[in-house]
């Protein structure tokens, strides 16, 4: 895959931030994903990232939904479908069934982590909010590169994976 941006985060960003941090950045990639299509760095809007912490760190909400309305999308799937997943290649497969984009995640005993998920007219983009985003027009190469991502990384977290599929919420006034 072709890293478009990188995102110095490190590896213990999601033990380090406050829970959430993670789904305000997805979203909002999500978010300038669809509205600009190509999304670079400086397209995002850190100070929005927070939306995701606050309902986490107040206790008034953990629910993703409400997250992802918050950044101006809904979820077109339902409330999203959660699947309960144990191999890195299971979560694969089911990402790349997918047509458009989407706000998905890992949870575990421990934690979750969220990132970002887009396929259109033959191009897919991965979004990390450890690492930045990545593009590959080669199914393979994405498999590949997500089952290595996620044993490297995040295997303590295969237990249940949530997928948000989004679109952009079109305001008339």
Not at 129 to 154: F, W
Request: with cysteine.
């Amino acid at each position: 895959m072709q890293l478009i941006f990188a995102i110095d985060n490190g590896l213990l960003f999601s033990k380090a931030l406050a829970a959430g941090q993670c789904m305000g950045m997805s979203c909002d990639w999500a978010k300038t994903s669809l509205t600009f299509r190509n999304v670079y760095k400086d397209a995002l809007t850190p100070d929005k990232w927070d939306i995701g912490p606050s309902p986490y760190r107040f206790g008034t909400s953990q629910d993703d939904v409400k997250i992802i309305e918050a950044f101006g999308m809904e979820v077109i799937n339902g409330t999203g479908v959660r699947r309960q997943v144990n191999q890195s290649s299971q979560v694969a497969e089911h990402l790349l069934q997918l047509e458009g984009t989407c706000v998905w995640g890992l949870e575990g005993p421990e934690g979750g982590h969220a990132m970002g998920f887009r396929q259109t007219d033959g191009v897919i983009d991965l979004f990390d909010p450890r690492m930045g985003l990545e593009r590959s027009m080669n199914k393979e190469d994405l498999r590949d590169t997500l089952v290595r991502r996620i044993d490297d990384h995040y295997s303590d977290l295969l237990k249940w994976m949530g997928i948000y599929e989004v679109r952009r919420i079109i305001r008339r006034f």
